[in-house]
C-alpha cells in the first residue's frame, strides 16, 4: 500500500505529482528545486543559494514524515551546468556524513522555472 505526504514547509509542487510518497519502508521524495516555500519564488542568487534551498525543501519534507537527512539512502542531482559540481559537493558534505547515500548526477540542458538545480532522494525508514 502507498500512502502520499505534503509538507507545508516545503513549496507546493507545480505540476500534478505528489511531494513524497511512501511504499513500504522506502520514501520517494519528488525532485526539488530551490523553490522558497514563503514566496513561492525560486531564490536569488547562484547555483550555491539554490542548493542549499533544495537542501532545506527536502529536509522539510523529511522531517514532516518523521524522517531526517541521515535516512536518505539514494540522492538524484540534476544540474544545467556539470561545473557546479564541486559546489554541490560542498554542500553535500555540509548535509550528508558517511556513510553517505548512493547517488547520480545528470547534467541537463533546463530545469523547471530556470533552475540551476534539482535533486531528488530516496530515504528509509529504519524498522
Request: hydrophobic share 45%; proline share 2%; no cysteine.
Given at each position: 500500500?502507498?500512502?502520499?505526504?505534503y509538507s507545508n514547509k516545503a513549496p507546493k509542487p507545480m505540476d500534478p505529482y505528489s511531494q513524497a510518497v511512501r511504499v513500504g519502508d522506502m520514501l520517494y521524495?519528488?525532485?526539488?528545486?530551490?523553490?522558497?516555500?514563503?514566496?513561492?519564488?525560486?531564490?536569488k542568487g547562484n547555483a550555491e543559494e539554490e542548493m542549499k534551498q533544495v537542501?532545506?525543501?527536502i529536509a522539510h519534507i523529511l522531517d514532516s514524515v518523521g524522517l531526517n537527512l541521515t535516512s536518505v539512502v539514494k540522492v538524484?542531482?540534476?544540474?544545467?551546468?556539470i561545473g557546479d559540481s564541486s559546489i554541490f559537493n560542498e554542500i553535500y558534505a555540509m548535509n550528508f556524513h558517511k556513510p553517505y547515500p548512493?547517488?547520480?548526477s545528470f547534467a541537463v540542458s533546463s530545469?523547471?522555472?530556470?533552475?540551476?538545480?534539482?535533486?531528488?532522494?530516496?530515504?528509509?525508514?529504519e524498522s
Open positions: 500500500m502507498k500512502k502520499v505526504y521524495v519528488s525532485g526539488q528545486i530551490g523553490i522558497d516555500s514563503e514566496t513561492n519564488k525560486l531564490v537542501f532545506k525543501n538524484v542531482l540534476y544540474m544545467n551546468d548512493a547517488r547520480s530545469l523547471p522555472m530556470g533552475a540551476k538545480v534539482k535533486m531528488d532522494v530516496i530515504a528509509h525508514y
